[in-house]
């Protein structure tokens, strides 16, 4: 990469660790004053409303997956008439989306007195919710198109800086509103000042970042028929995205649907763990998509590759350690959280974790694919959505949550794991798939040896972190970093891209230390 891909991706890093760290204690302890002074039933049913309007987002049909695609070249060439075309067409596109939803949110709110039919939540406070909700959503569609110009130019740290200020102040609010009056309805209030003031923010900022800027609809109109290939690749990431979200989104739904309402939020605690756990590294990595797609658009395949092995390290270096990390500490954490009674069957954690273990690895190979605009596979997001639901409907009936799981993880060992590679070596790397199992095979041995090597080094520790936080933090202390030592190691003598990645180092603890 360039000095400026590095410079812009750590930057983005810099600025997205600070508001993690920033969120993490927040978005913990607020979970717990909600839980307890507003119920439950109330935080399962704001988990499941916001899944239901997520699946009205699938509206979107990966437009702006599409439009950050065909952004890369006109950025790379500072072509200003051909930016403010595709920014135009994109809110063009975004407003008949934002119209679509609306009406669909307008049908689907007649059905949910039947939907919450059971929960002792009131009515009226369930359709505030949605509609605040919904309001918050359409505020992307209508108002917020142009912050895909900040993601596809690498500055995404700004639309998190923008962002994730709100979302702070707004739950210190209803951190207050919950422990002191109890109100549903001034905390769902926040919902829908916290979403007018971000986007007067993000919108101030992009127009003074980009005076040269000058979207519109009526021009977004105009310029679409020269701009249809947005179209045809929307067509094909449509379909991909209706996958993801039948994988990833749909947890809460369908624990709703097979289980109960309130396993919805003692389900919600673990993920709330997982996902804020594996943010800080998400957040690390996550300006390389558009530094990836810079990469590819200049066609060094030696670099291409190189650069491949190096981030394919990077994401197999999270996934091992977060697998390790949450198995031996989330437990533990929950009960001194929340208390023995929100520990849920040890199976389900197993299988979660198998689930991160295989989203986090293959971070990479989408990267890739995305940054290669390899979406033409529809297929296979047909079969992975197909084997999905089947699993989930045969295994959730008689498990519940573990067979939900299954069903995740099933559709994912069959798609994701052994065809997404293929795909990527044959139509964009254009190199013998043999290449990346023997690499990823490696990989995956380190971390299982890595693993038990100090996972029987745990058992025999006599400290038990469930006895209190103190004893909690000495735990962790003792073995992650025992683990991480081992593992790296490990990934040091067996694994390409692990060499050339390490003698960036000294570069990356300048950025921490920044």
């Known amino acids: 990469m360039t000095e400026s891909r590095v410079t812009k991706s750590i930057l983005n890093a810099r600025i997205n660790l600070i508001f993690y760290f920033l969120s993490l204690g927040l978005s913990f302890f607020s979970r717990k004053i909600f839980l307890e002074n507003l119920g439950a039933d109330f935080i399962g049913l704001s988990g499941t409303l916001v899944n239901i309007l997520g699946f ?57 007195p039947f939907i919450f039919k059971g929960t002792i939540i009131p009515i009226g406070v369930i359709y505030f919710a949605f509609f605040s909700i919904l309001f918050s959503s359409l505020c992307s569609y209508f108002i917020n198109y142009r912050q895909i110009l900040l993601t596809a130019d690498q500055k995404n740290y700004l639309v998190t800086k923008y962002l994730q200020s709100t979302l702070l102040i707004k739950t210190i609010v209803q951190i207050i ?127 291409i590759i190189k650069i491949f092995w190096e981030v394919y390290c990077i994401n197999s270096f999270i996934a091992g350690f977060l697998v390790f990390a949450l198995y031996h500490l989330l437990e533990p954490f929950i009960v001194l959280w929340l208390g023995e009674e929100y520990i849920l069957q040890h199976t ?118 469930k006895l209190n936080f103190i004893n909690w933090i000495l735990f962790a202390a003792i073995i992650i970093p025992l683990f991480s030592i081992v593992y790296i190691y490990g990934l040091y003598l067996l694994c390409p891209g692990t060499k050339s990645l390490l003698q960036r180092i000294p570069l990356i603890n300048k950025c921490i230390k920044l």
């Open 56 to 112: 009205l987002s699938l509206a979107e049909m990966g437009v702006g997956t599409a439009v950050a695609y065909n952004l890369y070249k006109p950025l790379q060439e500072k072509d200003i008439e051909k930016i403010n075309d595709i920014i135009s067409v994109f809110g063009f596109l975004y407003r008949k989306i934002g119209i679509f939803i609306f009406i669909a949110a307008l049908i689907i709110s007649g059905l949910l």
């Open 177 to 303: 509103i919950a422990y002191t009056l109890q109100n549903y309805y001034l905390w769902i209030t926040l919902e829908i000042i916290a979403a007018i003031f971000s986007c007067v923010l993000l919108n101030w900022k992009i127009t003074k970042e980009y005076t040269w800027l000058k979207a519109s609809i009526s021009r977004g109109k105009e310029a679409y028929p020269q701009n249809r290939q947005i179209i045809t690749f929307t067509k094909q990431i449509f379909i991909h995205k209706f996958k993801d979200f039948l994988l990833s989104q749909s947890d809460q739904i369908l624990i709703f649907a097979f289980v109960s309402l309130k396993m919805v939020a003692y389900y919600g605690n673990y993920t709330l763990i997982t996902a804020k756990v594996s943010q800080i590294f998400l957040t690390a990595i996550d300006g390389f998509s558009a530094s990836i797609g810079n990469l590819v658009a200049e066609g060094d395949k030696a670099k």
């Open 348 to 465: 389900i954690l197993i299988l979660l974790l198998t689930n991160i273990f295989i989203m986090e690895t293959r971070k990479t190979v989408d990267m890739f694919n995305s940054a290669y605009g390899l979406f033409a596979d529809t297929w296979a997001a047909w079969i992975e959505g197909s084997i999905n639901i089947i699993v989930t409907i045969i295994t959730a009936l008689h498990w519940g949550i573990i067979g939900i799981l299954l069903g995740k993880i099933v559709s994912l060992f069959f798609i994701i794991v052994l065809w997404k590679p293929i795909y990527l070596f044959k139509a964009g790397l254009h190199e013998k798939i043999s290449i990346y199992w023997k690499g990823a095979l490696k990989y995956f041995i380190v971390f299982i040896m890595s693993f038990f090597i100090i996972h029987i080094f745990t058992i025999i520790l006599p400290i038990n972190p």
